[in-house]
């Protein structure tokens, strides 16, 4: 497992650096973490070159890659350098799998700017882009050499943002602690302890990637909610003409988790009352968001290259008690278009 270090960055990043002998070193960064975020790295590291995209899950594909490894290359950066991600979900991603498949891997460390990142996507070494259409479907299993936690980054982020990650602390919770999930679902979102529920959140994917580091079996269950909430959150993305509709990671998996709590308990793996608890507490922290008609049948459809799924059958993990999570469970377009139809207030329990 890496090296996962949550304290303040100018004790954790130079006392890694001073750990190794790197030949170079790149940090990689996207428009907002390079104005609000890299101001506070810089000074704590060495001779560096920069590399800066634009921000946003569209810019994850492989003509920014290219633009990766390109500039790599004209540095003649060899495998004896180190990358540093600064950012998100989408620079942790992408510039873990630049730095992971460049000159067949390089070392590379994450430095996560947002909640999102923080408790989950810089954790466990999946790497990816998207392509075509579809979200983290070209990628490997690759561990960092450190994930480097401050939680001072949260301060940088915009509401949205914080309430985005969020969903992958409840996601948490559902999956592997019901006391945890008892205790947040109580408070506001503005009243949470951010940094008790990093390393909260930390813990249970460490625990659960160290058991099981290539998603053959008990990892699957922190796909709980992105079956369709991965569906749902590229749809709005690529959907024409409704750019406004785009919704962040944490809204989609949102989604995800009400619509495939409601069929885990058609399934009878939960009871009502906690259904009841799922639906009420992410309606009020996120709100409803609007799936129209027209959109169910693509919603669909895009579940049908979900990562999950074995002989063209639909897999899901899907909670089966408070704290629990049961995984590769079946599930068919019927039950998926009942689960919208719930989330949209169409189906009663």
């Known amino acids: 497992m890496s090296q996962v270090s949550i304290a303040p960055l100018a004790e954790s990043l130079p006392a890694f650096l001073e750990s190794a002998d790197y030949s170079a070193i790149t940090l990689i960064a996207d428009n907002h973490t390079y104005r609000h975020c890299y101001p506070l790295v810089k000074p704590l590291l060495p001779k560096h070159t920069v590399i800066r995209i634009k921000a946003g899950e569209e810019q994850k594909n492989l003509a920014t890659c290219e633009q ?10 060899d495998r004896h350098a180190l990358v540093l991600n600064l950012g998100g979900g989408v620079i942790g991603d992408m510039g873990g799998f630049c730095a992971a498949t460049y000159k067949r891997g390089i070392a590379f460390v994450q430095l996560p700017t947002t909640l999102l990142s923080q408790v989950d996507a810089s954790v466990g070494g999946k790497l990816g882009i998207d392509f075509q259409g579809f979200k983290n479907h070209i990628g490997i299993f690759q561990l960092p050499d450190a ?34 999930w008892n205790t947040i679902r ?3 979102l503005d009243e949470q302890d951010w940094p008790a529920l990093i390393r909260h959140s930390v813990a249970v994917k460490e625990k659960i990637v160290l058991e099981d580091p290539r998603e053959q079996s008990v990892r699957k269950t922190l796909n709980f909610g992105h079956t369709l909430g991965h569906a749902v959150e590229t749809y709005f993305l690529t959907k024409p003409g409704k ?16 619509a495939e709590a409601y069929i ?3 399934k009878q793996l939960i009871d009502e009352s906690l259904l009841s608890q799922i639906e ?3 309606f009020a922290v996120y709100g409803r968001v609007r799936i129209a008609p027209a959109d169910i049948e693509p919603i669909l459809n895009l579940t049908l290259q979900d990562k ?10 899907l909670p089966d008690g408070p704290g629990h999570c049961a995984y590769d469970v079946p599930v068919t377009a019927v039950e998926m278009r009942r689960a919208l139809a719930f989330y949209n207030g169409e189906e009663a329990v």
């Open 186 to 188: 109580v408070r506001d």
């Open 243 to 258: 750019t406004s509709q785009r919704l962040l990671h944490g809204e989609a998996i949102a989604v995800g988790m009400i």
């Open 308 to 317: 999950k799924n074995r002989n063209s059958q639909v897999r899901m993990a």
């Open 68 to 77: 990766i490894w390109h500039t790599l290359t004209r540095a003649n950066v």
């Open 280 to 282: 009420e507490y992410l």
């Open 264 to 266: 885990a308990w058609k």
């Open 147 to 180: 994930v480097l936690i401050d939680a001072a980054f949260l301060k940088t982020l915009p509401e949205r943002e914080l309430r985005s990650g969020f969903a992958e602390v409840i996601k948490h919770c559902l999956i592997a602690d019901a006391a945890m």
